[in-house]
């Protein structure tokens, strides 16, 4: 499996930005599909999960409310849609892949990562 992520970029803060990530290999519709992001000198962390069938969904506390998560399966899609975005977002932005259908919030828990796309908040 391959994650492309894309879309990340440099706004103000309020903005919205849309991440997406494209999956290659024939079984993306049932593996869990994950957000990390990671800031300068800090370790990587959760975003945001979605479980394969799109019924479950999990956000960290910072971004519940904010940020919303989805998938495409015919399209082996899944994306980020960030609103009312804070200096403290700016990270990179990693989308990772489980082999199995539910969720997890642990990054150890996802066997392959996409290389990562900058989003800068400024204020």
């Known amino acids: 499996v391959q994650l492309q992520a894309s879309g990340g970029g440099l706004v103000q803060a309020g903005d919205s930005l849309r991440l997406s990530c494209a999956a290659s290999g024939p079984t993306f519709s049932t593996y869990a599909m994950g957000w990390f992001r990671q800031a300068p000198g800090k370790e990587r962390v959760f975003v945001a999960t979605?479980?394969?069938?799109?019924?479950?969904?999990y956000y960290a506390k910072s971004v519940k409310d904010r940020f919303t998560i989805s998938r495409d399966n015919a399209k082996n899609t899944v994306y980020l849609q960030m609103n009312s975005l804070k200096p403290e977002d700016t990270a990179v932005y990693y989308c990772?892949?489980?082999?199995?259908?539910?969720?997890?919030?642990?990054?150890?828990?996802?066997?392959?990562w996409g290389q990562g796309t900058q989003v800068t908040v400024s204020s």
């Open positions: 990772a892949a489980r082999t199995i259908a539910t969720t997890s919030v642990s990054r150890y828990d996802y066997k392959y």
């Open positions: 979605i479980s394969w069938s799109d019924s479950n969904t």
